[in-house]
């Protein structure tokens, strides 16, 4: 007698439970800043690198990528390639030290952030679903200038602002066509900013205020579309088109502006609000790779996003009021791959995966009319399969260990200079929950 039965592994339930808290912790988590950066007071923050474990150690390769045993959030059509038996789930962190140099002065400061959970599991036959956390941008920084006014009257300024948008999200992606792949990722954002200039002088002491504020509560969407064309028996070439929906986030900026004197004792406060002040650009992507089975993958990857399209609140001459040139394109160009000797090898260093990538990105923000730092990356990284093939076989739980170094260069003439150097931790659970068994 033969039967099959759908597998459910001992613990299932209870670890359905423990990732649901870690979601949970994520969501705390993301409501803290990842950056410290003094361009995160410009638009909406600094731009997050976004991605699992597999694009972060190709330096944010992602358009035209599809591995069944990795998840690949960055265009919702590779869900379609994921592994029919297995459960994904990937975490990952990271860990910065931002070197600053300005006009001779320096300094350095360290920060950690807790980056993106994900999950993804076939839903049907060339059928994937996917569900994720993760930002989209990050505002925190705190910095004091001073200047004089004449010789007797010194104005100190202090800089102070935190916050940032965060998304979670489900996608889903299917293929109509054996070369086609077609996905959606659906998001709900949120969070927001604050951000202070504070301006005192004097000996008895002036002060003059400004608060910015705002919170958003929005979605986001996101479309993508994969194409394989098979190059022989093992060889697959695959395009890949992404484009990311801009619209308005239905948020009012507030601005308060406080004059204070400490002789007198007296504040004027003034309340101004902008309507409906914020928005997504519209975003395009483009992208292939070219794999050999899975021994080595190449790729490079072109994105846009068409920020002077939008605008942005600024409070100039008493006025908070829309501006229109403040924000500009910003392209992204991406260059990466990954090479595995023998992914079934009993030696551990044959079965790593081998990763590296470097990226060009072009800043969406100005700064008094000049355009802000360009961006130079690169990365190194390692993907470790902590069980080996022989092992795996009869293991449900086998994670993916994934580690990546990065280098980033934010530099424009006559503004502060960035060295980045970010280590990103990510950890891919695969378990078989899928299988099926048979008894004889």
Not at 100 to 119: C, I, P, R, W
Request: charged share 15%; glycine share 12%.
């Amino acid at each position: 007698m033969k039967r099959k039965s759908s597998y459910c592994p001992i613990g299932k339930f209870s670890r359905l439970t423990f990732l649901f808290s870690l979601l949970l912790f994520s969501l705390s988590s993301f409501a803290q800043g990842g950056t410290v950066s003094p361009y995160s007071q410009y638009g909406l923050g600094e731009i997050a690198q976004r991605g699992g474990g597999l694009n972060q150690g190709m330096n944010g390769l992602g358009v035209g990528v599809h591995r069944s045993y990795l998840v690949n959030p960055l265009n919702p059509a590779s869900y379609a390639s994921v592994d029919s038996l297995t459960m994904l789930f990937d975490v990952g962190l990271s860990g910065q030290i931002t070197n600053f140099s300005d006009h001779g002065k320096k300094d350095k400061t360290q920060t950690a952030n807790f980056e993106y959970v994900l999950g993804s599991f076939r839903l049907a036959d060339n059928m994937g679903l996917t569900f994720g956390i993760m930002p989209l941008t990050n505002v925190g920084y705190k910095y004091s200038t001073s200047s004089r006014l004449d010789e007797e009257t010194t104005v100190a300024t202090t800089y102070e602002g935190d916050g940032g948008l965060h998304q979670i999200f489900v996608g889903l992606g299917a293929r109509p066509l054996k070369p086609l792949s077609v996905g959606v990722n659906v998001g709900y954002i949120w969070g927001g900013y604050k951000r202070s200039i504070v301006a005192s002088s004097g000996s008895t002491v002036n002060r003059l205020a400004k608060y910015y504020t705002a919170s958003v509560n929005n979605y986001t969407l996101d479309f993508g579309m994969q194409y394989d064309h098979r190059i022989g028996k093992s060889d697959l070439l695959t395009l890949g088109l992404t484009y990311g929906l801009g619209h308005k986030l239905s948020t009012d900026a507030e601005c308060r502006v406080v004059s204070s004197n400490s002789s007198v004792s007296k504040n004027d406060t003034t309340l101004l609000t902008v309507k409906n002040a914020l928005e997504l650009p519209h975003t395009v992507g483009a992208g292939f790779s070219y794999s050999h089975g899975t021994k080595w993958l190449l790729g490079a990857d072109v994105q846009a996003q068409f920020w002077n399209k939008t605008k942005f609140p600024d409070y100039v001459n008493g006025q908070y009021a829309l501006r229109s040139d403040l924000l500009d394109n910003s392209y992204k160009f991406t260059l990466g791959g990954e090479y595995c000797p023998r992914w079934n090898a009993r030696n551990i260093f044959q079965r790593i995966h081998y990763r590296f990538g470097a990226g060009y990105t072009t800043p969406y923000y100005k700064i008094n009319g000049q355009t802000g730092p360009r961006q130079i990356s690169a990365t190194v990284g390692f993907g470790i399969p902590i069980a080996n093939s022989y092992i795996s076989r009869t293991s449900l739980f086998f994670p993916f260990l994934n580690i990546s170094a990065q280098y980033v260069n934010n530099q424009a003439s006559g503004m502060i200079k960035e060295n980045i150097f970010r280590i990103n931790i990510g950890l891919t659970f695969n378990e078989r929950w899928f299988a099926k068994w048979k008894v004889e």
